[in-house]
């Protein structure tokens, strides 16, 4: 089966921009998962979606991050306007059911310059 | 609340030598436990999981753990290392309470091995 998808794989943008992160996890699984590790720092939960439904979204720094996940097939996340701190790799995760595990993405490397 | 310590952010050791990456947890209830391995510009790699079943569990390219709850330890344990296996490893808690399925990472442990 294909893997988890995301895309791009790097991005460089200057502070103010928008991007857009794109994340395709495995066919059929509901279950769909952002994470992001900030340089130096672990790997810290984002938001979990069910279907399109948002599950969790404590993790979401602030407002002007926006996921959305429309049709529960692939899930976007937004980061408008960008800001320094933003920089970092952006993993997305899916699963069936979480005791089979979870599917991890490659990851996006966000820059913001 | 949950946490996940990896005591060692580097480790390095000699191909064919043991490997030893420590991991110890904190959880109120019996938490589901991971290893995952992160190659370079790789995704994150599942090598193993501990879901309340047998405490000694096996994974993948001869990796495996044993879950400790007297000492709230997970470590991961291979018996001779390959150039192969350098990379970075992360040990991971899902906690019991909940239904969101929300991990909690360590830092992760860089695994360097020498020739």
């Known amino acids: 089966e294909a893997g988890v998808t995301q895309f791009p794989s790097h991005s460089v943008i200057e502070k103010g921009q928008t991007v857009t992160l794109r994340c395709d996890p495995i066919s059929g699984h509901d279950n769909l998962y952002w994470y992001r590790r900030v340089m130096g720092k672990e790997i810290k939960f984002l938001l979990h979606?069910?279907?399109?439904?948002?599950?969790?979204e404590s993790g979401m720094p602030n407002n002007r991050f926006l996921a959305e996940r429309t049709g529960g097939t692939y899930s976007t996340l937004k980061v408008q306007p960008a800001e320094l701190e933003d920089s970092g790799v952006y993993f997305c995760a899916s699963s069936q059911d979480w005791s089979y595990g979870y599917t991890f993405g490659s990851g996006t490397r966000l820059t913001v310059v | 609340a949950q946490s996940v310590t990896q005591l060692d952010s580097h480790v390095s050791v000699s191909e064919g030598t043991p490997v030893l990456l420590r991991c110890n947890y904190s959880s109120s209830y019996s938490p589901s436990l991971f290893w995952y391995v992160q190659h370079p510009n790789k995704g994150l790699q599942l090598l193993l999981k501990?879901?309340?079943?047998?405490?000694l569990v096996k994974g993948i390219n001869g990796f495996e753990a044993e879950f400790k709850k007297s000492e709230t330890s997970f470590h991961l344990t291979k018996p001779s290392a390959h150039m192969s296996d350098a990379a970075e490893y992360f040990c991971v808690v899902r906690p019991a309470s909940g239904n969101t399925g929300k991990l909690i990472f360590g830092q992760g442990t860089t695994l360097q091995v020498k020739p």
């Open positions: 501990y879901t309340s079943a047998a405490t």
């Open positions: 979606f069910v279907k399109e439904s948002k599950q969790d």
